[in-house]
Every structure is written in C-alpha cells, then in structure tokens.
C-alpha cells in the first residue's frame, strides 16, 4: 500500500541507495559510477510499506549490494 492522501500524488523521499545523487559511486571517479536501480535514476523512491521496512530493517536497498 502507497501512503498518501486521496486526490494526492505519491509521497517520495530521498533514495537511500544514491543518497538522492541517481547514481552510485563517486563523482570523482565518473567512470565507475552506476545508475541506482532502485530510485531509476530519480534520485527519489516511493515512500511504501516495502521501502520503510528495508530501512527500518537495515537492510541495503538493491543498488547498494
């Protein structure tokens, strides 16, 4: 289940993946950055059930492992 209000767009938060970045790796080293799978690029997820429990859990998101 989304968490939003009626006639509401989805709430979003900061891909802790990319750290909102969209990619992973540092931008000193462009060449061995990756695209974050999990915000696609965005910089941003979805805030769901799913998301809040990979966080509350600890678990990394998948563009982490």
Request: hydrophobic share 20%; glycine share 12%.
């Given at each position: 289940p989304i968490l939003r209000y009626k006639n509401e767009t989805m709430l979003k938060m900061i891909c802790p993946s990319c750290n909102g970045n969209g990619y992973?790796?540092?931008s000193l080293k462009p060449k061995e950055q990756k695209?974050?799978?999990d915000?696609?690029?965005q910089g941003e997820v979805e805030i769901n059930e799913k998301n809040l429990d990979l966080l509350k859990n600890g678990h990394p998101m998948k563009g982490k492992q």
């Open positions: 992973i790796g540092s695209d974050c799978v915000c696609n690029n």
